[in-house]
């Protein structure tokens, strides 16, 4: 499984970017998959993340209302699309993936076996 995580750089605050997760070898289409992030000197937190169902989705308090996660079976990739960017939205976003996540762990990093490189998102203000 190769994650390749992409999308990020450099926006204003109030500007939106599209990060994309893209797997290669293999189909994405009954995996969970999910976006976490990393602030410089903190700790991993999940963004957000979807069942491999598409049923059930999370988004952390912080992102709710700004941030969609969708995916695009045909496609083999899942999005994050972040509107509405805030300085403390900078951080390294990292994709991870897995096929046996269950509905109740989406939101755990402990549950993703495969992940993804991380692509830096800088807001400035």
């Given at each position: 499984v190769q994650l390749q995580a992409s999308g990020g750089g450099l926006v204003q605050a109030g500007g939106s970017?599209?990060?994309?997760?893209?797997?290669?070898?293999?189909?994405?289409?009954?995996?969970?998959?999910?976006?976490?992030?990393?602030?410089?000197?903190?700790d991993r937190h999940t963004v957000a993340a979807i069942h491999r169902n598409g049923g059930r989705v999370y988004y952390a308090d912080s992102v709710k209302g700004r941030f969609t996660i969708s995916?695009?079976?045909?496609?083999?990739?899942?999005?994050?699309?972040?509107?509405?960017l805030r300085p403390d939205d900078t951080a390294v976003?990292?994709?991870?993936?897995?096929?046996s996540v269950i509905q109740s762990n989406l939101a755990s990093q402990t549950a993703?076996?495969?992940?993804?490189?991380?692509?830096?998102?800088?807001?400035?203000?």
């Amino acid at each position: 499984v190769q994650l390749q995580a992409s999308g990020g750089g450099l926006v204003q605050a109030g500007g939106s970017l599209r990060l994309s997760c893209a797997q290669s070898g293999r189909s994405f289409n009954n995996w969970s998959v999910a976006w976490f992030r990393q602030a410089p000197g903190m700790d991993r937190h999940t963004v957000a993340a979807i069942h491999r169902n598409g049923g059930r989705v999370y988004y952390a308090d912080s992102v709710k209302g700004r941030f969609t996660i969708s995916r695009d079976n045909a496609r083999n990739t899942v999005y994050l699309q972040m509107n509405s960017l805030r300085p403390d939205d900078t951080a390294v976003y990292y994709c991870a993936t897995d096929p046996s996540v269950i509905q109740s762990n989406l939101a755990s990093q402990t549950a993703y076996a495969y992940w993804g490189q991380g692509t830096q998102v800088t807001v400035s203000s």
